[in-house]
């Protein structure tokens, strides 16, 4: 099973950016679509952004509104998350997380979760 840690959150202010990173060790020959989800206090885990393997297919969630970019460099076993003009309302741990799925956005359909990062903005 691959394993996955994320990185790069932080405190940021209102309008500010951040760029996460997802490191994967384990089996990391298997081509496995990706994607970030994040969690709020009080609130359910929800999908953010995916990416296919190639990373020539991307897809997001509505409320990132062009503000954020996922991406992802297979030679570092490495996936990323640009985020930009960054809102309070952002503000969540961050999960990286695999799927066989390419175009879900359900977590029940992802595996190999990390242990998250946190974001806070502050306004």
């Known amino acids: 099973q691959v394993q996955l840690v994320e990185s790069g959150g932080g405190l940021v202010q209102d309008g500010g950016s951040l760029r996460l990173s997802c490191a994967a060790s384990?089996?990391?020959?298997?081509?496995?679509?990706m994607a970030w989800f994040r969690q709020a206090p009080g609130k359910e885990r929800e999908f953010v952004a995916g990416?296919?393997?190639?990373?020539?297919?991307?897809y997001y969630a509505e409320f990132v509104q062009g503000r954020f970019t996922i991406a992802r460099d297979n030679a570092k076993n490495t996936l990323y998350l640009q985020m930009s003009s960054l809102k309070p309302e952002d503000t969540a741990v961050y999960y990286c997380?695999?799927?066989?799925?390419?175009?879900?956005?359900?977590?029940?359909?992802?595996?190999?979760w990390g242990q998250g990062t946190q974001v806070t903005v502050s306004s």
């Open positions: 990416i296919s393997w190639s990373a020539q297919a991307t």
């Open positions: 997380a695999v799927t066989e799925k390419y175009g879900s956005i359900r977590d029940s359909d992802f595996g190999s």
């Open positions: 384990g089996p990391t020959d298997s081509r496995y679509p």
